[in-house]
C-alpha cells in the first residue's frame, strides 16, 4: 500500500497536478475501475492506499529528499573530483533561478545530473551566485576543492575577471577550469559562419543530442 501511494505521488508531482488530485481524482475513478473488473473486494483495498493532500506532500517531500541524499554521494566518486555547470535564467513570472548540474565519475563512467535549482532573491550577480553556490556545498560538505571545473554561459558577471566567478573560483581552487559552455560557442560561432559549414555543425549536434537522450541510445551507441 505505502509503495502505490508513492509511485502515485511521484506521478502526481511529475505532472505538476495539485496535492488533492490522488484524493478527489485518482482514488475515486481507480475504485470504480476495479469495482467492476475485480469486484468489490478488490476495490475496498485500493481505498486503503492513502492518497490524501497532506500524504501526498509527505511522499513528493521524502522523495526529493531522498534524491538529494543520493545525489550527494557525489563526493564519493572514485576520482573524488567534481564539475559543475552554472546557468542564470528568468521564467515568465520574472523569477530569477540558478541551476546547477553536475558530473562525477561512477564505477567507471561519468554521470551527468541536475545538482539543484534556487531561486536569487535579489540581484543576479557573480556574489548571488557564489553565496548559493557556496551554501550548498557547506551544507552538504562538499569543498571547493572537490571540484575541477566549473563550466559556465559566458556572462559578463559569470567570466569576468576582477567582480565575476572566474576570480573568486581562483582564489578558492587555484588549480580548477573555468570555461565557457560549448552550446553557447556554437551559438556565437554559428552567425558567422557559411550556411554549408553552419548546417553541417548542426547535423552533428542534432547528432549528439540523439545519442544522449535516454539510456537506450547511449547503450546501443556504444555497441556499435
Given amino acids: 500500500m505505502v509503495e502505490a501511494s508513492y509511485k502515485v505521488s511521484l506521478e ?3 505532472k505538476k497536478k495539485a496535492h488533492m488530485t490522488g484524493e478527489t481524482l485518482i482514488t475515486p475513478f481507480a475504485v470504480q475501475v476495479v469495482k467492476r473488473v475485480r ?3 478488490r476495490a475496498q483495498k485500493i481505498q486503503q492506499i492513502s492518497l490524501s493532500g497532506d500524504t501526498v506532500k509527505r511522499r513528493i517531500s521524502g522523495t526529493s529528499t531522498d534524491i538529494m541524499e543520493q545525489m550527494i554521494q557525489i563526493k564519493h566518486s572514485p576520482t573524488g573530483m567534481v564539475a559543475v555547470q552554472l546557468d542564470e535564467s528568468t521564467d515568465v513570472s520574472s523569477c ?5 548540474f553536475v558530473r562525477y565519475v561512477f564505477i567507471h563512467d561519468s554521470k551527468d545530473e541536475c545538482l539543484f535549482c534556487i531561486q536569487l532573491e535579489i540581484t543576479t550577480k557573480a556574489l548571488d551566485v557564489i ?3 557556496t551554501s550548498f556545498f557547506t551544507a552538504n560538505g562538499i569543498t571547493w576543492k572537490d ?3 566549473i563550466c559556465t554561459d559566458g556572462a ?4 569576468r575577471s576582477k567582480p565575476g566567478i572566474q576570480k573568486y573560483v581562483k582564489d578558492v581552487a587555484p588549480n580548477e ?3 565557457h559552455g560549448m552550446i553557447h560557442r556554437f551559438a556565437l560561432a554559428s552567425k558567422t559562419l557559411p550556411d554549408a559549414l553552419c548546417k553541417n555543425l548542426e ?3 542534432k547528432c549528439v543530442i540523439f545519442m544522449k537522450i535516454g539510456d537506450l541510445n547511449p547503450r546501443l551507441f556504444q555497441k556499435l
Avoid: D, F, S
Fill in 203 to 205: 547535423a552533428v549536434v
Fill in 147 to 149: 571540484c575541477c571545473g
Fill in 131 to 133: 553565496e548559493k553556490l
Fill in 12 to 14: 502526481v508531482a511529475r
Fill in 39 to 41: 469486484g468489490e473486494l
Fill in 177 to 179: 577550469k573555468v570555461v
Fill in 96 to 100: 530569477a533561478q540558478l541551476l546547477v
Fill in 156 to 159: 559578463p558577471a559569470m567570466l
